[in-house]
């Protein structure tokens, strides 16, 4: 398969960071680290262009197409592959590792002698790294909790990043044991937003199963009485297998499908009717005397009694999201124009766009001076003229910076139909300072929404820690949104906190975040979190009409003291 523009950034990120850590050419390695961020910002795939024609893209030269062709051609840069295998795999994985970039690694590996993660973990332990230059206290603290929580993720996988494999694995072994059972259960089956290992419920023998797995180059990891786990040579995540009689299928599929709390309670109340044999799924709840729970659901006890009352909420599915709230265009850190964007939406079937670019303090994103703005309102005017009924609304996603403030003057703000208020930099604090900065930007008549409220990114960055209860309270009491960000890396606010929204009347808004077309397709997994938390169409912001969401701003605009 073509290698596309993200594995070639990544390829000369890499090379840049390998040749500061080993000592080479400073100036090729800065040039290589501008010519992965100019890849990535490039609207067309380098695969579609002429390879003679490489060298002339701006900011990327000769040198730099020459190792593109060898990456288009070969699948690989060979100097970086000669880099690679110079370099320790700890010292690799140190890459990966958030707070600790090429300059400490080298200090780590050529001073200090640490060449694995869990050396240097030790060291943090003792002590050690506040020995040398440019290793501090707060820095030696830093590392360690990163390194934590890296360690605490190895072979944990977004539910994004297994779905296809989870997918197309399923259809396969159902296809090759046709005339045998398979159902995927576990977390994934639950969709959860971290997954671990891969589950399914079958009756197929343990042999014929290991046989198939072993020829498919899995290897096995263990085999108890009644289940067998395997791990692919390629894929870094576990299969487990329930194996079990044809009878118990669907009993053993529910007890694979519940949270424990869930499960522990369905026990005490003994709503199995003392029965383990079931035609199907659905019949375990007809013959307990409720509503199917869906295994999404099954996670607090509270969801059994509104089961029994039948209850149960109409749950939000991804056809019910009606608008684009929260993208990026190329005015500032997005891929595509405020056409093209507002285009692709319309051809998707949504009614308006919310078009909310970063502002003047994210540098690094391209912010909107208060010129700019200006300019793109009157580029919007123009193409809401063209493109009714469909229409797209002036929005921002404005920075809360260090004291809670927005990043505008009331006066610039008051010019968005919307604002989007969301925490950016200076992420490392105290649950103190972040609920000062979190709520003063609430309080702001400006802020609608309330846009990924604990900056997290899952597997790689926690967040700052929030008072959820506190901050949701204040939200229903300045009549403001909660984002749930729809891309799988933050699905942020987590579903967890959601019930509590909804009992405090706290709206939310399913949004991509997205920074490209592309990214509308992450709504999908903004509404499978959403639908664990057992929410509604008519809770959710982006599932407003046109008609609907003009009445919102109209309520929002009455907030605002300009």
């Given at each position: 398969m073509t290698a596309d523009?993200?594995?070639?950034?990544?390829?000369?990120?890499?090379?840049?960071?390998?040749?500061?850590?080993?000592?080479?050419?400073?100036?090729?390695?800065?040039?290589?680290?501008?010519?992965?961020?100019?890849?990535?910002?490039?609207?067309?795939?380098?695969?579609?262009?002429?390879?003679?024609?490489?060298?002339?893209?701006?900011?990327?030269?000769?040198?730099?197409?020459?190792?593109?062709?060898?990456?288009?051609?070969?699948?690989?840069?060979?100097?970086?592959?000669?880099?690679?295998?110079?370099?320790?795999?700890?010292?690799?994985?140190?890459?990966?590792?958030?707070?600790?970039?090429?300059?400490?690694?080298?200090?780590?590996?050529?001073?200090?002698?640490?060449?694995?993660?869990?050396?240097?973990?030790?060291?943090?332990?003792?002590?050690?790294?506040?020995?040398?230059?440019?290793f501090g206290e707060k820095t030696q603290k830093s590392i360690r909790e990163a390194i934590e929580f890296f360690l605490n993720n190895i072979g944990n996988y977004l539910y994004a990043q297994v779905e296809t494999f989870a997918t197309n694995l399923d259809e396969r072994i159902k296809e090759h044991f046709s005339e045998y059972s398979f159902y995927q259960t576990g977390d994934f089956h639950r969709q959860l937003e971290i997954i671990d290992k891969l589950e399914w419920v079958t009756d197929v023998p343990e042999k014929e199963l290991q046989d198939y797995l072993h020829q498919h180059k899995f290897v096995t990891e263990k085999i108890d009485a009644g289940e067998s786990v395997y791990k692919g040579e390629e894929e870094n995540i576990l299969l487990k297998f329930y194996h079990t009689s044809t009878e118990k299928l669907f009993f053993q599929l529910f007890s694979t499908s519940c949270s424990d709390d869930f499960l522990s309670e369905w026990k005490n109340?003994?709503?199995?009717?003392?029965?383990?044999?079931?035609?199907?799924?659905?019949?375990?709840?007809?013959?307990?005397?409720?509503?199917?729970?869906?295994?999404?659901?099954?996670?607090?006890?509270?969801?059994?009694?509104?089961?029994?009352?039948?209850?149960?909420?109409?749950?939000?599915?991804?056809?019910?999201?009606?608008?684009?709230?929260?993208?990026?265009?190329?005015?500032?850190?997005?891929?595509?124009?405020?056409?093209?964007?507002?285009?692709?939406?319309?051809?998707?079937?949504?009614?308006?766009?919310?078009?909310?670019?970063?502002?003047?303090?994210?540098?690094?994103a391209n912010g909107l001076s208060v010129e700019r703005i200006k300019a793109q309102h009157a580029e919007i005017d123009e193409l809401n003229e063209k493109l009714k009924p469909f229409k797209i609304f002036k929005s921002i996603e404005s920075d809360i910076l260090n004291d809670g403030s927005l990043d505008y003057s009331d006066e610039v703000l008051n010019s968005f139909d919307i604002v989007i208020a969301s925490v950016h930099s200076n992420l490392k604090m105290t649950e103190e300072k972040a609920m000062m900065r979190l709520l003063n930007a609430v309080k702001n008549p400006y802020t609608s929404i309330l846009g990924h409220c604990t900056g997290r990114l899952l597997l790689s960055r926690a967040g700052y820690p929030v008072d959820h209860k506190k901050l949701i309270d204040a939200c229903a009491e300045n009549n403001v949104v909660i984002e749930l960000n729809a891309h799988p890396r933050r699905l942020d606010i987590d579903w967890r906190f959601i019930s509590y929204c909804i009992e405090k009347d706290v709206f939310i808004s399913i949004d991509p975040d997205a920074h490209a077309v592309e990214g509308f397709n992450d709504i999908r997994y903004g509404v499978l979190a959403a639908q664990k938390a057992g929410m509604t169409v008519n809770q959710n912001l982006s599932s407003f009409s046109l008609q609907a969401f003009e009445a919102f701003l109209s309520v929002q605009r009455a907030k605002r003291k300009f």
């Amino acid at each position: 398969m073509t290698a596309d523009n993200l594995f070639i950034a990544k390829q000369f990120s890499l090379l840049s960071k390998l040749m500061d850590i080993h000592g080479e050419n400073s100036f090729r390695a800065k040039a290589y680290s501008s010519t992965a961020f100019t890849i990535k910002s490039l609207p067309q795939q380098l695969s579609d262009i002429p390879r003679e024609k490489l060298s002339a893209i701006k900011g990327i030269g000769d040198s730099a197409a020459g190792k593109i062709v060898e990456i288009l051609e070969r699948g690989e840069m060979p100097v970086l592959t000669e880099l690679i295998a110079k370099t320790p795999l700890g010292i690799m994985q140190m890459l990966s590792i958030k707070g600790i970039g090429p300059k400490k690694i080298t200090v780590i590996w050529k001073e200090m002698g640490i060449e694995d993660v869990g050396e240097l973990l030790y060291a943090c332990n003792e002590n050690r790294l506040t020995l040398y230059k440019g290793f501090g206290e707060k820095t030696q603290k830093s590392i360690r909790e990163a390194i934590e929580f890296f360690l605490n993720n190895i072979g944990n996988y977004l539910y994004a990043q297994v779905e296809t494999f989870a997918t197309n694995l399923d259809e396969r072994i159902k296809e090759h044991f046709s005339e045998y059972s398979f159902y995927q259960t576990g977390d994934f089956h639950r969709q959860l937003e971290i997954i671990d290992k891969l589950e399914w419920v079958t009756d197929v023998p343990e042999k014929e199963l290991q046989d198939y797995l072993h020829q498919h180059k899995f290897v096995t990891e263990k085999i108890d009485a009644g289940e067998s786990v395997y791990k692919g040579e390629e894929e870094n995540i576990l299969l487990k297998f329930y194996h079990t009689s044809t009878e118990k299928l669907f009993f053993q599929l529910f007890s694979t499908s519940c949270s424990d709390d869930f499960l522990s309670e369905w026990k005490n109340r003994s709503l199995f009717r003392y029965r383990e044999i079931f035609d199907s799924e659905e019949e375990i709840f007809t013959q307990a005397g409720m509503s199917f729970i869906p295994a999404f659901l099954r996670e607090k006890t509270s969801v059994i009694d509104a089961a029994l009352q039948n209850d149960l909420p109409d749950i939000i599915q991804t056809k019910d999201i009606t608008a684009i709230i929260h993208s990026h265009s190329n005015w500032s850190d997005g891929v595509n124009t405020i056409n093209e964007m507002a285009d692709a939406a319309i051809s998707k079937g949504f009614q308006y766009l919310v078009l909310s670019d970063h502002s003047k303090s994210a540098f690094y994103a391209n912010g909107l001076s208060v010129e700019r703005i200006k300019a793109q309102h009157a580029e919007i005017d123009e193409l809401n003229e063209k493109l009714k009924p469909f229409k797209i609304f002036k929005s921002i996603e404005s920075d809360i910076l260090n004291d809670g403030s927005l990043d505008y003057s009331d006066e610039v703000l008051n010019s968005f139909d919307i604002v989007i208020a969301s925490v950016h930099s200076n992420l490392k604090m105290t649950e103190e300072k972040a609920m000062m900065r979190l709520l003063n930007a609430v309080k702001n008549p400006y802020t609608s929404i309330l846009g990924h409220c604990t900056g997290r990114l899952l597997l790689s960055r926690a967040g700052y820690p929030v008072d959820h209860k506190k901050l949701i309270d204040a939200c229903a009491e300045n009549n403001v949104v909660i984002e749930l960000n729809a891309h799988p890396r933050r699905l942020d606010i987590d579903w967890r906190f959601i019930s509590y929204c909804i009992e405090k009347d706290v709206f939310i808004s399913i949004d991509p975040d997205a920074h490209a077309v592309e990214g509308f397709n992450d709504i999908r997994y903004g509404v499978l979190a959403a639908q664990k938390a057992g929410m509604t169409v008519n809770q959710n912001l982006s599932s407003f009409s046109l008609q609907a969401f003009e009445a919102f701003l109209s309520v929002q605009r009455a907030k605002r003291k300009f």
